[in-house]
């Protein structure tokens, strides 16, 4: 399908970026330098996607957002939030305000064509929270004063599967710490055992994510969506950081 891109940055390299990857699908592309004519266009337009710089002039990026979300014709719209600072009170903010997603400046031309790829692919956004990707990574899980080296499986926006014998009962309470890739630093949350699958496997529900760490982990889901088949069903499960290029 065609999707109807809104582009309002004050700096002209993101919005020429975004139109160079989407012209080519026949993505319509319309571009901004103040979010106050954005606004007034999103009152009268729908949109699919709007990447909308936090620092825009007359109407900053965070205003712009929250009338976006209140404008009737894009109560659905895909708010892509453009930050040139990984300042953790301005991401939360973003969320607060109706971001979706939050990307880190400079933008890298490989995450926008995952984002288009995604987004272009039907039943986009039920996918997004429904499924659950491979993620094979190192996790130590802690629960009291002992620790338990395991390995992900598959990771969604509300949990996870690990693998590995740690003697941890459902029900209790344990804190992970994890990488993923293009993430800077580890994610550190807490998660709840909701299933254990013999003794070598057990289902995790987060607690509580961070804006930040739910931010990582609905990135690394989207990036995959399109090429990705969700794997059988082991549990629902998901998390959250700034990306960076």
Known sequence: MSLKIMVVDDEPLSPKLIRSLATPLDHTVLAFEDGQAAGQRAESQRFDVAF??????????????????????????????LSA???????????????????????AAGRIRQMLAAMDSPGWKGK??????????????TSGDQKFPLRSLNVSETGMLLQGSAEIAEGQEVALEFKIMEVQGSLNVLARIVRREGTERMGLGFV???????????????????????????????MHRLFTP
Do not use: W
């Open 85 to 107: 600072t990984d300042d953790i009170d301005s991401l939360r903010k973003a969320f607060g305000d109706g971001a979706d997603f939050v990307l880190a400046k400079p933008v």
């Open 52 to 81: 909308v710089g936090m620092g825009t002039p007359q109407l900053d990026g965070l205003e712009l957002a929250r009338r976006i979300r209140k404008s009737p014709l894009n109560l659905e719209t895909t708010i892509v939030m």
């Open 208 to 238: 509580a994510l961070a804006p930040e760490d739910l931010n990582a982990i609905q990135l690394y889901v989207l990036g995959r969506l399109r090429d990705s088949t969700p794997p059988r069903d082991f549990s629902n499960i998901g």
């Open 128 to 141: 997004r929270h429904a499924a659950r990707l491979p993620l094979m990574t190192e996790v130590i899980c």
